[in-house]
């Protein structure tokens, strides 16, 4: 009697039936997923889902929803597993706490709507962790959990690195994880199960002391590589001297291709303009600017007195380098060859 109570009681918290028929979606199903953490916590999921056949159903969810995440509606509920863990801790003398608690919801659409209810929490001390072994044996102490209704599924998953040992009552395992459909009965103390570490078949080891153990066989021959390298290669023995290819490449007595040795204007433009000479460095101006430029133009892109460029200018009109043309007050400097066009 005192086990179908806490059934009772369980159901009608996780479920939500104290909720207005007519307010409540049809419910379609419910999972407890419990994955077991190496230090013996346990992340607890339980998932409530809804069928959604109307829009009405639609509105009731939406005014569930509300209220479930604001935990004050139906639907899932922490206080439960409060009062287990409250229970579980006193019959195992653990230190046993309720924290981490989450609620979510959601509605996904596929071949039908459905409306889900998620509440997650983490249950410390959870299951009893030993050198090789996580037991979660004495976790259902009292029989708190009760039975499996035909709606209802719960999968305990194993610790990274663990594997299945024992499980009572016996069921399938899915993805690595115990997977009990209801209905499904339990006696006092169910469902039990023990995990054990993997070990490496035919070495004995757990997995990740043996993937470290061969990384530090094939670091270690790698740097005993790498020093017989470098001594052999000091005392000169074991160093293969580059081969020498036979092939040598035939002279040929074919011109350079046109233009090999000119200067193309862009050469000349990524000349240093430090190792012309002054007069280099008007001819260049004046190239740049199509030939012609101002003699106030000359003394601003040159940055020089305009002495300086009177003079520099004067004794290249006198060598023929350039030519003025008096515009004005203005002087007009060009290339020889810009002026006879």
């Known amino acids: 009697m005192r086990r179908a109570l806490l059934v009772g009681v369980l159901l009608a918290l996780l479920l939500g039936v104290a909720a207005p028929a007519a307010a409540t979606p049809t419910h379609e199903e419910t999972t407890f997923a419990v994955e077991i953490q190496e230090t013996g916590d346990a992340v607890w999921t339980v998932s409530t889902s809804y ?40 019959q195992t003398d653990r230190d046993m706490e309720i924290t981490a608690v989450d609620r979510s919801s959601s509605v996904t659409e596929s071949e039908n709507v459905t409306g889900t209810l998620t509440l997650t929490f983490t249950w410390t001390n959870f299951a009893v962790v030993t050198e090789k072994q996580v037991s979660v044996e004495s976790a259902f102490a009292g029989g708190w959990f009760g039975d499996l209704a035909a709606d209802q599924t719960l ?24 997977c009990w459909n209801g209905p499904q009965q339990f006696e006092a103390g ?20 043996a993937l470290g153990l061969l990384a530090a066989v094939v670091g270690g021959g790698l740097l005993l590589l790498g020093w017989r390298n ?61 030939g012609r430029m101002k003699q106030a133009r000359i003394v601003e892109e040159t940055r020089w007195s305009n002495a300086k460029v009177s003079q520099l200018l004067s004794a290249m009109e006198a060598a023929g380098r350039v030519e003025k043309l008096r515009i004005g007050r203005e002087n007009l400097i060009s290339l020889p060859e810009e002026s006879e066009e």
């Not at 995440?69 to 206080?79: H, I, K, M, R, Y």
């Not at 610790?159 to 115990?178: C, E, H, K, N, W």
């Not at 169910?190 to 080891?205: A, D, K, S, Y």
């Not at 291709?257 to 001819?283: H, I, K, N, P, Y």
């Open 51 to 90: 069928t959604l056949e109307s829009d009405a159903d639609r509105a009731a969810f939406d005014q569930l929803r509300s209220e479930f995440e604001a935990g004050t509606g139906p639907g899932p509920s922490v206080d439960t597993f409060r009062s287990a863990a409250d229970q579980v801790a006193a």
């Open 155 to 178: 999968t305990i998953e194993p610790p990274s690195g663990y594997r299945v040992q024992t499980a009572t009552p016996s069921t399938d395992i899915v993805d690595g994880a115990l």
């Open 190 to 209: 169910e469902p039990g199960v023990v995990f054990e570490t993997v070990t490496v078949p035919g070495i004995g080891l757990d997995p990740m002391v």
């Open 230 to 290: 470098d001594y052999l290669g000091g005392l000169g023995i074991g160093t293969a001297a580059p081969e020498e290819s036979d092939e040598t490449t035939p002279p040929t007595d074919e011109p350079p291709a046109a233009g090999a040795g000119e200067q193309s204007e862009s050469d000349t433009a990524a000349v240093d303009t430090d190792l012309l000479s002054d007069e280099e460095r008007v001819e260049r101006l004046l190239r740049e600017n199509d």
